[in-house]
């Protein structure tokens, strides 16, 4: 029973809810998030053997990530396995609602790297968002049909956007909100690349107005 009473004790600290979730990954281009193993990825996994998909030659397979590949590897399968703990719901809420650099924002990106593993995994952020109104969510995904299987409402300050597959290829049609990836800068409404990498006062991403980000291919 002690044993039980203690699982479920509601959280105390930052750094336990840190502890619970394998701590956070950052993105310079948007703060904190939460990476995982692109070798988990299932339809990146697919993609990624496929000429010119945009999982081909992915960000989160080079650069910073290739460089410390070990260390950073390790902590994504770490944050992995730490999804199926019974309190990694109620660690991500209180992350959000404790984590200084997330309230001040006002916003948090999901998976830097890799991708959501199923519906359930859907539902726990879905929950993680419907916690935390005062947060906007961004979850881009290339599971199109998890999405489109999960039968619950999303709510507004959670956008799922759903990646195109191919560089310089159309945005998906199945699902609201989208991503595509281009080799012509003028022809990319995500201008990141022009400020470091960062996103500046950019929110497109995050604002669910916004049907269709394009990103420059780097």
Not at 39 to 59: F, M
Not at 74 to 101: G, T
Not at 131 to 160: C, F, G, M, R
């Amino acid at each position: 029973m002690d044993i039980q009473n203690n699982l479920f004790s509601a959280i105390k600290t930052l750094k336990e809810a840190m502890e619970i979730v394998g701590q956070l990954s950052k993105s310079s281009k948007t703060g904190l998030s939460i990476g995982l193993p692109t070798d988990e990825c299932y339809t990146g996994g697919k993609l990624r053997q496929i000429p010119n998909s945009v999982c081909a030659d992915c960000y989160a397979n080079k650069g910073r990530y290739k460089q410390y590949e070990i260390a950073i590897k390790k902590a994504q399968y770490r944050r992995l396995e730490s999804i199926s703990n019974p309190r990694w719901v109620d660690a991500m809420i209180y992350i959000m609602k404790h984590s200084k650099s997330i309230v001040s924002r006002g916003l948090f990106r999901w998976h830097d790297s890799g991708d959501i593993q199923g519906l359930e995994h859907l539902d726990k952020i879905v929950r993680i968002a419907i916690a935390t109104p005062d947060i906007k969510h961004w979850l881009p995904t290339k599971e199109s049909n998890w999405i489109q299987k999960y039968d619950k409402p999303i709510p507004k300050n959670l956008v799922i956007r759903l990646s195109g597959s191919f560089v310089d290829g159309k945005e998906p049609i199945s699902w609201s909100h989208t991503s595509t990836v281009v080799t012509d800068e003028d022809k990319a409404t995500c201008r990141a690349f022009e400020n470091g990498g960062e996103c500046g006062d950019c929110r497109q991403c995050w604002d669910d107005t916004v049907k269709n980000v394009s990103y420059f291919n780097h």
